[in-house]
């Protein structure tokens, strides 16, 4: 109400006021008071709404609104989809909305089992029969959502690629890499330096590089030819190897060991993929047999192997988190957060168990969270069987639930599912994280069997185990798989048999 004491208004003699009410309100905050009580009960709505329901003009109600906003009470947006106008509402109101759209959107989800998430997983990867992708287009697509997951260097192109991308091409890779557009290397820096074909490296999109790389481990313990390369890169720039060996005057056996070092420690990486094929090629073993022979002789080297492109120091992460022109970038830990959404559609801490270069939960938690409130992505339980908290990608919700009605039509019409074998060291070796029972070593000589999502064998050091309640003649077409080490069963499952 507005003060009886003001031109226009007769106050009612027989009215008795009590006492501590204020009688001297100013039009102005007459109508700030009567607007902040519509907007305690209305939720969102707009200037032209609420003029029209507390029969004032619009601009009163505006810059009523213009006075609340100030004074942090209401907050402006667009919180209707429909609603093309900006809208007002109570901040209070407007978190009590936001709490219960969350927990309606938490409860529409049913969980699904374990083996439903992985039967999903291997879809989402690529892995299953019918879901690999094509070109050059699909060999980034991969890419993409593998980045930062390092895993030995000879099973990227043996395994890891070949599986997911169909007639993979090795140019395609080369290209990217010569490019720019892809890096190999580490991302864990001050991590193994043990320079062979077991050596765990990642290929990361180049613009993904400084957030999903991680400060060292450790101090640095390289030898001395290694610090005298890495000094040469740091001040030359990327460089090829007989320039490298001119500069540093070293014998051009001991640069590539110095090399290798540094590519181990997370320091420097190549042009081209063709050094880590050089790495994990049976030829490199023989080579370097003969460089010891010749030297035991007495011998001196007359060259090195050929690995073709430059040489160059991968810098540290930016700490500033700013681009060329002064613009934010997203934090590492962000990157991270979205990165491991990428790669699993659905993120909870047990999958954090194979992500070695990953940040921890505590850090990752309060970013999902916040990631929820924007609507970005979807919190609940989506998982049977997982403790904490859970979150995923809008679109994986529904395919979820997609593909829970998928596996219902198959089990009605009595169709088999095809059975996938891959290497222990792939991301989606779940075993004893999403199934119970002891992991199965992350090694690149282990394997893993899958049947409709359900894990039924194994191969570890040379010994392989297969799921005893298997019918007899699949227990034998995965057996001879885990010993071939063949990644799929599409010739023995043809898709849809």
């Known amino acids: 109400?507005?003060?009886?004491?003001?031109?226009?208004?007769?106050?009612?003699?027989?009215?008795?006021?009590?006492?501590?009410?204020?009688?001297?309100?100013?039009?102005?905050?007459?109508?700030?008071?009567?607007?902040?009580?519509?907007?305690?009960?209305?939720?969102?709505?707009?200037?032209?709404?609420?003029?029209?329901?507390?029969?004032?003009?619009?601009?009163?109600?505006?810059?009523?609104?213009?006075?609340?906003?100030?004074e942090g009470y209401v907050l402006r947006g667009h919180f209707d989809p429909d609603v093309t106008d900006i809208q007002w509402c109570a901040r209070r109101l407007l978190a009590r909305i936001h709490r219960l759209t969350?927990?309606?959107?938490?409860?529409?989800?049913?969980?699904?089992?374990?083996?439903?998430?992985?039967?999903?997983?291997?879809?989402?990867?690529?892995?299953?029969?019918?879901?690999?992708?094509?070109?050059?287009?699909?060999?980034?697509?991969?890419i993409e959502k593998l980045q930062g997951f390092e895993i030995p260097a000879v099973l990227w192109e043996q395994t890891i690629l070949p599986s997911r991308v169909a007639e993979y091409n090795p140019r395609w890779l080369d290209d990217f890499c010569l490019s720019g557009e892809v890096v190999w290397g580490r991302v864990r820096t001050g991590a193994s330096r043990d320079a062979s074909k077991i050596l765990p490296i990642t290929l990361v999109l180049r613009e993904d590089l400084d957030g999903l790389r991680s400060d060292a481990v450790g101090p640095d313990d390289l030898g001395s030819d290694a610090e005298q390369v890495l000094s040469t890169l740091r001040s030359r720039g990327a460089l090829f190897m007989n320039e490298i060996v001119s500069l540093t005057r070293l014998l051009p056996t001991l640069v590539e060991q110095a090399l290798w070092e540094l590519v181990a420690a997370g320091r420097v990486s190549g042009d081209g993929f063709g050094a880590i094929r050089s790495l994990t090629s049976p030829m490199r073993d023989r080579a370097q047999r003969m460089r010891r022979h010749i030297q035991r002789r007495g011998i001196?080297?007359?060259?090195?192997?050929?690995?073709?492109?430059?040489?160059?120091?991968i810098k540290s992460t930016d700490k500033d988190h700013h681009d060329d022109v002064g613009a934010p970038l997203a934090a590492p830990i962000e990157i991270w957060a979205h990165q491991l959404l990428a790669r699993y559609g659905v993120f909870f801490r047990d999958l954090l168990a194979r992500e070695d270069?990953?940040?921890?939960?505590?850090?990752?938690?309060?970013?999902?969270?916040?990631?929820?409130?924007?609507?970005?992505?979807?919190?609940?339980?989506?998982?049977?069987?997982?403790?904490?908290?859970?979150?995923?990608?809008?679109?994986?919700?529904?395919?979820?639930?997609?593909?829970?009605r998928v596996q219902s039509d198959v089990g009605a019409t009595g169709r088999s599912p095809v059975p996938i074998v891959?290497?222990?060291?792939?991301?989606?070796?779940?075993?004893?994280?999403?199934?119970?029972?002891?992991?199965?070593?992350?090694?690149?000589?282990?394997?893993?069997a899958y049947l409709g999502g359900r894990y039924?064998?194994?191969?570890?050091?040379?010994?392989?185990?297969?799921?005893?309640?298997?019918?007899?003649?699949?227990?034998?077409?995965?057996?001879?798989?885990?010993?071939?080490?063949?990644?799929?069963?599409?010739?023995?499952?043809?898709?849809?048999?």
Do not use: C
Not at 358 to 367: K, M, R, V
Not at 422 to 438: F, K
């Open 102 to 142: 969350l927990d309606s959107l938490r409860r529409q989800m049913e969980p699904v089992a374990p083996e439903e998430l992985t039967r999903f997983l291997l879809d989402w990867n690529h892995l299953s029969s019918g879901k690999q992708v094509y070109g050059r287009d699909g060999l980034l697509t991969v």
């Open 1 to 70: 109400m507005v003060s009886a004491s003001r031109p226009g208004f007769t106050a009612n003699p027989s009215l008795t006021i009590p006492a501590g009410i204020r009688t001297d309100w100013s039009a102005s905050e007459g109508w700030v008071q009567l607007v902040r009580g519509r907007m305690e009960i209305v939720g969102p709505t707009t200037v032209e709404r609420l003029a029209q329901d507390l029969g004032l003009p619009n601009h009163v109600v505006e810059s009523s609104l213009g006075a609340l906003e100030a």
């Open 300 to 313: 001196k080297p007359f060259g090195t192997m050929s690995h073709g492109g430059r040489w160059w120091e």
């Open 357 to 404: 270069a990953a940040p921890s939960w505590q850090d990752l938690l309060p970013i999902y969270r916040r990631m929820e409130s924007r609507g970005e992505i979807r919190g609940g339980r989506f998982i049977t069987g997982v403790g904490g908290e859970q979150f995923a990608l809008p679109e994986v919700v529904d395919l979820l639930r997609e593909n829970r």
């Open 456 to 497: 039924v064998g194994h191969r570890v050091a040379g010994e392989v185990w297969v799921d005893p309640k298997l019918d007899h003649e699949t227990a034998r077409k995965i057996e001879r798989a885990l010993h071939s080490g063949r990644p799929h069963f599409d010739s023995a499952y043809p898709s849809g048999e």
């Open 422 to 448: 891959v290497s222990a060291a792939d991301p989606m070796n779940l075993v004893g994280i999403l199934t119970t029972g002891a992991k199965v070593p992350a090694i690149a000589t282990n394997a893993v």
